[in-house]
C-alpha cells in the first residue's frame, strides 16, 4: 500500500510562492499527482510526475524525486482564488490514487 | 479533458433508508472507477475500485453489503448505500480512468453530498 505525508496548512500572501511538500512511503508506485480542491467542489487534476525532474504547468510546477520518495508542488504568483486544499496522490497499477492528508493554502491580500 | 458527471449533487435521505448515486463517464469509455468518501476537512478515501463487468474490489474496512457497487456498463457505475444512518453522511466522489493505466490523470465527478437525517 501507499501512505503519503503533507503539511495540514500553509499561508501566504497575493503575489508570494508557495512549496508544498509531499513525502511517500509505497509499494508500487508509478507517479505522483496533485490535484486541487476548493471547499464543497470535486478535486480537480494539476499535474503528474511519472520520471524524476521538474513538471511546470503555468503558474504551478511539480517536482519529483524518486530516490528520495518526495515530491512537491510550488505555487507561484499566488493569487486570491489559489486558496483551496491541494492534494498529493500516489498512483498504483490501474490508476488507483492514494491521497495524501491535504494541506490547506490560504492566501491573505 | 474528459468529463465525469455525477448525479445527484446533493441528497438527504431518512435513516434506514437507501440511496443510489450515479457515476457516468461522458466522452469515454471507464473500464475502471473508483468511488472515494471524504469527511469534513479530512481527505479522500478510496472505498471501492469498479470494473466493469466484474465484482468491484473494497478497501479494507468497508461494507461491501453496505456500500453496493455495481458497474453494468464502460460509462456507467452506481453506488448505493443501503440502510443508510446519519454516520454515513459524507461527500463520496467517483473517479474514472481508461484501461492500460497510461493515462496522466482521473477524471472527478462532481460528487455527491448525502445528508442522512
Known amino acids: 500500500g501507499q501512505s503519503l505525508e503533507q503539511p495540514s496548512e500553509v499561508t501566504a500572501v497575493e503575489g508570494a510562492i508557495v512549496q508544498i511538500n509531499c513525502t511517500y512511503q509505497?509499494?508500487?508506485?508509478?507517479?505522483l499527482s496533485w490535484y486541487q480542491q476548493h471547499d464543497g467542489g470535486a478535486p480537480t487534476f494539476l499535474s503528474y510526475n511519472a520520471l524524476d525532474g521538474l513538471e511546470e504547468t503555468g503558474r504551478f510546477s511539480s517536482f519529483l524525486s524518486r530516490s528520495d520518495s518526495y515530491g512537491y508542488l510550488l505555487l507561484q504568483e499566488l493569487q486570491m482564488k489559489d486558496s483551496a486544499s491541494y492534494f498529493c496522490a500516489g498512483k498504483a497499477a490501474g490508476n488507483k490514487l492514494t491521497f495524501g492528508g491535504g494541506t490547506r493554502v490560504l492566501v491573505k491580500p | 479533458g474528459a468529463v465525469v458527471s455525477q448525479h445527484p449533487s446533493w441528497v438527504i435521505c431518512k435513516s434506514g433508508t437507501s440511496v443510489k448515486i450515479e457515476c457516468r463517464s461522458l466522452d469515454f469509455q471507464a473500464t475502471t472507477m473508483f468511488w472515494y468518501r471524504q469527511f469534513p476537512k479530512q481527505s479522500l478515501m478510496l472505498m471501492a475500485t469498479?470494473?466493469?463487468?466484474?465484482?468491484?474490489?473494497?478497501e479494507q474496512g468497508v461494507e461491501k453489503d453496505k456500500f453496493l457497487i455495481n458497474h453494468a456498463s464502460l460509462t456507467l457505475s452506481t453506488l448505493t448505500v443501503t440502510s443508510a444512518h446519519p454516520e454515513d453522511s459524507s461527500f463520496y466522489i467517483c473517479?474514472?480512468?481508461?484501461?492500460?493505466?497510461?493515462?496522466?490523470?482521473?477524471?472527478f465527478g462532481q460528487g455527491t453530498r448525502l445528508t442522512v437525517v
Open positions: 469498479s470494473n466493469e463487468g466484474s465484482k468491484a474490489t473494497y
Open positions: 509505497t509499494s508500487g508506485f508509478y507517479g
Open positions: 473517479s474514472a480512468s481508461t484501461l492500460g493505466g497510461t493515462g496522466t490523470e482521473a477524471f
